[in-house]
C-alpha cells in the first residue's frame, strides 16, 4: 500500500508524534486495564486473589490457577469441550448465516421493487428487536422443533439473532459492487449463477469477510440463548463455563482470569488472521447502506 | 473446471447442512433404553457441587435400570431456566431448589406432593427429619413438596473473639444497644464496626427480614390478606441499619456489598463484627481468613424488649436444596428412588461437616458426624442442649415475596441514602407490597 | 424488471426472510398478543384485559424511571463510547505498520470478550473495599477514602455508562480506521501544501468525509447497546434503589423473577416501539446526509 506516503505524514509533525504515542498510550491503558488486571490475578493464589487492599503484582506468584483450570476439566469444567462446542457453533453459525445473508443481500441489491423495498424495512425493524422479547417464545420454537439441547438449536438460534444485522452489511457490501461487470457477463452468456460466482463474489470477498467473522464473535461470547437452550454439560459452550466459576457465595477469580485468558486466544487468533478483512468490511457496508 | 468445483462446494455445503439438520431432528428419535430421570441442580458449595456427580454416579450404579443426568447450572440461572422449560413444556424430573421457591412453583401447578402421592416413601423419611424442619419446610396448605438435608437458619452474627477480646470488649452483644456500643468501640480502634450487607440481592434482605422476625415482626398478618412490613419490628431493625450508617460504623459502600464481600471484610479482620445465615462459616476460609482461625457464630442481637407484634423467632428455616419433583414428569416412579436416595441416611450424613461444612443438618443423623461437633461447635453445643430449633419458623413463603424482596430493598436503599425515614419508607413499601400481594388473593 | 427476474430476487431473499419471520416476528407478535391479558404464571387465572396492563405500567413509577435510565445509558454510552474510540482510532490510522495493525488487533479486546467476564471484572474493580480502582486512586493521593461507585446513586449509573462505553469503543475505532484509510492521501498532502496544521485537517477534511460512517456507526451501536442485559444486571441489578434499572432489567426481572408474563410482555413491546421510534427519528434527521450519499 502507501505506506511509506503514509509515514511521510507522520513524521511532518514531529511534535505531535510524542503527543500521540502518549495519547495512544492513556487510552490503551484504559482499554486493556481490565485484562492486564485478569492477567495479573491469575498468577495468584487463592488467598491473595481477595486480599485487601488489592496488588498489582503476586507477592507469591503461582500457577496453582492454572493448575485448578486444568485440572477443573476432568471434574467440572472440561474446557476442550467447551471450547470445541463454542467452535462448532460459531463456526455453523457463521457460515449459515453468512450463506443467508449474502444470498439475501445480492437479492435486494440487485432487484429492487417497491416489495423489496418494504421487505428491507422489515429486516430493519427486526434490527430493533429488544433481546428479552425474544427468548422464551424463540425457546418454545426451537423446542417444538425438536432441537432443545442440541448445538443445532444454538446454531440456528444465532443465525437468527445475527442475520438481521449481517443482512443489512451485505446489501451495502453489495450494491457497492458496480453491476455493469456482472451486466456484461450475462451478455456474453454467462448464467447468473456464473456471473455471480465468478466475478461478483470476489469483490464482495471482503464483506464476506467481515460477515463471517462478525458472526462468529457474536455467537463465541453469546450466554443468554445458551444458557436457555442447552441441557446437559456435554453441550455447553464457554459463556457457560465461565458462569461456573461465579457461584452465588463467591466468584473464583483466580480460575476465572485463566479461563477468561485461555478462551480469548482462539478469538484472538481468528482476528488477527482475518484483522484486514474487517476494517475494510465495515467501511464498505456502513457507507452505503 | 471451476464451475465445476463451485458446483462441488455448493453440493458439499448443501449437503452438510441437510446432515445437521437430519441428524438431529433424527438422533431425538432413538430411544434409551434405561429409564432416564433428568436433574437439574443449581449453585451450592464447592464441597456440595463435588459430592452430587458421586452422589448420582453411585445411585445410576445401585440402580441399573435407571439412568439419572445431572446436570448443574449457576444459582443465577434457577428462574430462567424453570420458567422457560415451564413454557416450553419442557420441565426435568428433579431439581434442587431453596424452599422459598415453592409457593411460586406451586402456583404453576408443576410440583408433586411427596405426602399425597408417595405416602409410603413420605412415612420411612420422616423420622430421620428434626421435626421443626419436616413440619414447616417446603410446605404448603400442609402438603410437603420438597425434601432437603439442610437449612439455611438466621440471623446469625460473626465474630472474631480474638479481636475483640484485644480491644477490650467481652462477651456478646445480646442487644441493639450493646450491638451498637461494640461496633463503636470497634470503630474508635480503627476498623471498621460492623460490615452490613445491603445490596440488592435476595440473601441480603432476607437476612433483614430474619432480624425483624427475630423480633417480633412477620410479612403478612396470620391471615395472609395484608402486608405487615410497616411494623414496629421491621421499624426498629431499619433504624438500626440506618444508625449505623449515620454513626459511620459501617463500611462504605454497604449499598452495592452483598453478603459475600461483607464477609469478606469481616474474615480479613477488617471489620469487627459481621452477619448473615448459618453458611457463613463454610466460606470463611476460601475468603482469605488465615487457615486455623476460628470465627463465633451466634444469635444476632434483639431489640429488648421486643417490638414486634407477634412472637419472637428464634430462626428462620429456609430449605436450601430441597428436592423436589415436577409434576410433568413421566417417569415419576424411578425419580422417586432417586428421591429416596437423597434422603437416605448415607447422604444425608455428607452434610454433617464431613465433607459439607457450614451448614446447619436438617437430619439427626447428621449432627452424629463427629465433624459437626468440629467445625460447627456452637450449633453442635445448641443442638445438644436441644436449644437450637426452639421458636424456629420457616422462612416466608407465598407467591410475589421476590417483587416484594426488590420493594424492601427500594425502601432500605432509600433510607441508607438519607432520603427519607425508616417509618416512611416502609409505610411506602407497605402499600407497594399490598398491591403485589392483592393480585395473588382475589 | 422482468418476471423471472423478480420470482429470482425473491427466491434469493426467501430463506432469510422466512429465518428472520419466525425467529423474529413470531416472537414480537406473541409479545403483543400476551400483553393484552393480566397472566401471571403463578396464578392459574387469567383473563383478556386490552390495554389495561399497559396502562398499569405507564402509571408505574417505577416503569418510568427504568425508561428514563434506558434513554441515557444508551445515549451516554454510545456517544462515550463512540468517541473514545473515534480518537484511538485517529490515531492507529495515522501509521501503517506491524505496531499499529497489532494495537489495532488489542483495541478490539473489550467487544470480543463475553458479557459475564466483563461484567464481573468491572463490577470487582468498582467494588469499595476491595476493588483496584480505588485501591490506586488511594496510592496516588488522588482520593481520601474509598469511593463508593457502584453503590451510590449519583455514580452508580455513570459507572456502568463507562463500561458500556468501553465495550463500544473498539466499535468505534474500527469504524473511523476504516473510514479514515478510505480518503485519499492527496487530500492531506495538499492541505499540508496548504499549511492546514493537524487539527485544521481533522476539522475540515477528516470530518465531513467521515460523517455519514459516523451516524450509521452511532445508529447501529445505539440498537446493539439497547439489547445489553447483562452488563447490568451482573453489576448492579438496577441498584443501588432504582438507579440502574433500565428496561431490559425490568423486563427480567418481571418475566423471569416474578412470573408476570403479561407486563414483561407488554413492557417488551413499549420498549420495541421506542426503539423504532428512535430510529426512525434518527434516520429521518439524518436524511440530508443519507440522501446526499447516495
Request: aromatic share 12%; proline share 5%; net charge neutral.
Amino acid at each position: 500500500m502507501a505506506s511509506n506516503q503514509r509515514n511521510y505524514f507522520i513524521r511532518s509533525i514531529t511534535v505531535r508524534n510524542v503527543l500521540f504515542w502518549i495519547i495512544l498510550a492513556i487510552l490503551l491503558l484504559g482499554v486493556l486495564f481490565p485484562i492486564l488486571w485478569l492477567f495479573s490475578n491469575s498468577f495468584k493464589n487463592r488467598m491473595e486473589v481477595y486480599k485487601i487492599p488489592p496488588t498489582w503484582i503476586p507477592k507469591e506468584p503461582t500457577l496453582q490457577a492454572y493448575k485448578n483450570v486444568i485440572a477443573g476439566v476432568e471434574q467440572s469444567t472440561p474446557w476442550p469441550l467447551f471450547i470445541g462446542n463454542s467452535i462448532i457453533v460459531g463456526v455453523s453459525t457463521s457460515v449459515f448465516a453468512t450463506f443467508l445473508a449474502s444470498l439475501a443481500g445480492y437479492g435486494f441489491a440487485r432487484f429492487r421493487s417497491k416489495g423489496m423495498d418494504a421487505f428491507l424495512i422489515v429486516i430493519l425493524f427486526a434490527l430493533m428487536l429488544p433481546g428479552p422479547v425474544i427468548i422464551i417464545p424463540l425457546a418454545i420454537i426451537i423446542q417444538r422443533m425438536g432441537l432443545y439441547d442440541k448445538l443445532f438449536g444454538l446454531i440456528l438460534t444465532h443465525t437468527a439473532l445475527v442475520l438481521p444485522f449481517l443482512t443489512w452489511l451485505s446489501v451495502g457490501n453489495f450494491r457497492a459492487i458496480p453491476p455493469n461487470l456482472e451486466e456484461a457477463a450475462l451478455l456474453d452468456g454467462c448464467t447468473r449463477m456464473q456471473a455471480f460466482i465468478r466475478i461478483v463474489l470476489p469483490m464482495a470477498r471482503v464483506g464476506l469477510a467481515t460477515s463471517t467473522i462478525f458472526s462468529f464473535l457474536i455467537s463465541w461470547g453469546e450466554y443468554p440463548f445458551a444458557l436457555i437452550l442447552l441441557g446437559t454439560r456435554e453441550h455447553f459452550t464457554v459463556p457457560l463455563g465461565l458462569a461456573t466459576y461465579i457461584t452465588e457465595f463467591n466468584t473464583w477469580w483466580d480460575q476465572l482470569a485463566v479461563a477468561s485468558l485461555i478462551t480469548l486466544i482462539p478469538v484472538l487468533i481468528i482476528l488477527s488472521i482475518a484483522h484486514q478483512h474487517i476494517r475494510r468490511g465495515i467501511l464498505a457496508g456502513a457507507t452505503k447502506g | 473446471m471451476k464451475n465445476r468445483m463451485f458446483k462441488v462446494t455448493m453440493f458439499i455445503l448443501a449437503s452438510w447442512m441437510i446432515i445437521m439438520t437430519a441428524g438431529a431432528v433424527f438422533a431425538e428419535k432413538t430411544a434409551e433404553k434405561p429409564v432416564e430421570v433428568v436433574f437439574w441442580y443449581f449453585g451450592g458449595l464447592d464441597t456440595e457441587l463435588r459430592l452430587f456427580p458421586k452422589m448420582i454416579e453411585e445411585f445410576n450404579r445401585q440402580n441399573p435400570g435407571i439412568v439419572v443426568k445431572g446436570t448443574h447450572f449457576p444459582w443465577d440461572a434457577r428462574d430462567e431456566k424453570i420458567m422457560t422449560g415451564f413454557r416450553q413444556k419442557n420441565l426435568p424430573d428433579l431439581i434442587t431448589r431453596d424452599s422459598m421457591a415453592v409457593a411460586d412453583l406451586v402456583g404453576m401447578e408443576i410440583l408433586v406432593a411427596f405426602d399425597v402421592e408417595f405416602p409410603d416413601y413420605y412415612n420411612s423419611w420422616e423420622p430421620r427429619f428434626i421435626p421443626e424442619i419436616w413440619n414447616q419446610v417446603s410446605r404448603l396448605d400442609g402438603h410437603k413438596y420438597g425434601i432437603g438435608p439442610y437449612c439455611s437458619v438466621g440471623p446469625m452474627m460473626i465474630f472474631d473473639p480474638e479481636l475483640l477480646e484485644s480491644l477490650g470488649l467481652e462477651g456478646v452483644p445480646e442487644t441493639f444497644e450493646e450491638f451498637l456500643d461494640f461496633a463503636r468501640v470497634v470503630k474508635q480502634n480503627g476498623y471498621i464496626g460492623v460490615s452490613l450487607p445491603a445490596s440488592k440481592a435476595t440473601n441480603d434482605m432476607m437476612i433483614f427480614m430474619d432480624i425483624a422476625y427475630a423480633n417480633g415482626g412477620r410479612w403478612l398478618s396470620p391471615d395472609g390478606k395484608k402486608v405487615m412490613v410497616n411494623g414496629p419490628a421491621w421499624v426498629e431493625t431499619l433504624k438500626l441499619y440506618d444508625q449505623l450508617n449515620k454513626e459511620g460504623l459501617i463500611q462504605r459502600g454497604a449499598m452495592q456489598t452483598d453478603y459475600v464481600d461483607a464477609l469478606k471484610l469481616t474474615v480479613q479482620g477488617k471489620a469487627g463484627l459481621g452477619m448473615g445465615k448459618d453458611w457463613i462459616n463454610a466460606i470463611v476460609y476460601d475468603l482469605g481468613a488465615p487457615a486455623e482461625k476460628i470465627f463465633n457464630l451466634t444469635r444476632f442481637p434483639r431489640k429488648k424488649p421486643s417490638p414486634g407484634e407477634y412472637p419472637p423467632v428464634g430462626l428462620t428455616l429456609e430449605g436450601g436444596s430441597d428436592m423436589m419433583m415436577m409434576s410433568t414428569s413421566k417417569v415419576k416412579d424411578a425419580a422417586i428412588k432417586f428421591v429416596d436416595h437423597y434422603a437416605s441416611e448415607e447422604v444425608l450424613r455428607n452434610w454433617g461437616g464431613d465433607p459439607v461444612r457450614g451448614r446447619t443438618p436438617a437430619s439427626f443423623v447428621a449432627y452424629d458426624n463427629p465433624a459437626f461437633k468440629k467445625y460447627n461447635p456452637f450449633l453442635y453445643q445448641q443442638f445438644k442442649a436441644e436449644t437450637l430449633f426452639e421458636d424456629a419458623i420457616e422462612a416466608p413463603n407465598f407467591r410475589g415475596l421476590a417483587e416484594m424482596y426488590h420493594i424492601l430493598a427500594d425502601a432500605i436503599h432509600e433510607v441508607l441514602l438519607r432520603n427519607t425515614t425508616p417509618q416512611q419508607a416502609l409505610n411506602k413499601a407497605q402499600k407497594q407490597c399490598q398491591e403485589v400481594l392483592d393480585r395473588y388473593i382475589q | 424488471m422482468l418476471k423471472n427476474q423478480r420470482i429470482l430476487g425473491y427466491s434469493l431473499i426467501a430463506p432469510a426472510m422466512v429465518v428472520i419471520g419466525l425467529f423474529v416476528f413470531y416472537p414480537i407478535f406473541e409479545a403483543i398478543r400476551l400483553s393484552f391479558y393480566n397472566r401471571i404464571l403463578t396464578i392459574p387465572e387469567f383473563s383478556f384485559v386490552g390495554f389495561e396492563t399497559y396502562e398499569k405500567l405507564i402509571a408505574n413509577e417505577i416503569f418510568r424511571r427504568a425508561f428514563r435510565n434506558t434513554v441515557i445509558w444508551v445515549v451516554g454510552s454510545t456517544v462515550l463510547g463512540m468517541f473514545f474510540g473515534g480518537i484511538i482510532g485517529i490515531i492507529i490510522a495515522q501509521g501503517e505498520n506491524r505496531i499499529t495493525r497489532f494495537i489495532s488487533l488489542l483495541v478490539l479486546i473489550p467487544f470480543v470478550m463475553p458479557d459475564v467476564v466483563v461484567a464481573a471484572t468491572w463490577a470487582w474493580i468498582y467494588d469499595t473495599n476491595i476493588g483496584i480502582l480505588n485501591s490506586m486512586l488511594n496510592q496516588m493521593g488522588l482520593i481520601k477514602e474509598n469511593v463508593d461507585w457502584l453503590g451510590s446513586a449519583k455514580l452508580a449509573l455513570p459507572a456502568v455508562i463507562f463500561v458500556m462505553a468501553w465495550r463500544i469503543a473498539p466499535l468505534g475505532a474500527l469504524l473511523v480506521q476504516s473510514s479514515y484509510k478510505g480518503i485519499p492521501l492527496e487530500i492531506f498532502e495538499a492541505a499540508e501544501i496548504d499549511g492546514a496544521n493537524f487539527f485544521a485537517q481533522l476539522k475540515y477534511i477528516v470530518l465531513p468525509l467521515l460523517k455519514y460512517a459516523i451516524i450509521i456507526g452511532i445508529l447501529l451501536t445505539m440498537m446493539w447497546v439497547m439489547q445489553n442485559l447483562a452488563i447490568v444486571r451482573l453489576m448492579t441489578d438496577g441498584g443501588p434503589g432504582r438507579t440502574t434499572e433500565i428496561l431490559s432489567t425490568y423486563v427480567y426481572k418481571q418475566n423471569f423473577q416474578y412470573f408476570k408474563e403479561s407486563e414483561a410482555s407488554a413492557a417488551s413491546v413499549i420498549y420495541f416501539g421506542f426503539l423504532i421510534v428512535i430510529s426512525l427519528s434518527y434516520l429521518i434527521i439524518f436524511r440530508r446526509v443519507w440522501v446526499k450519499e447516495t
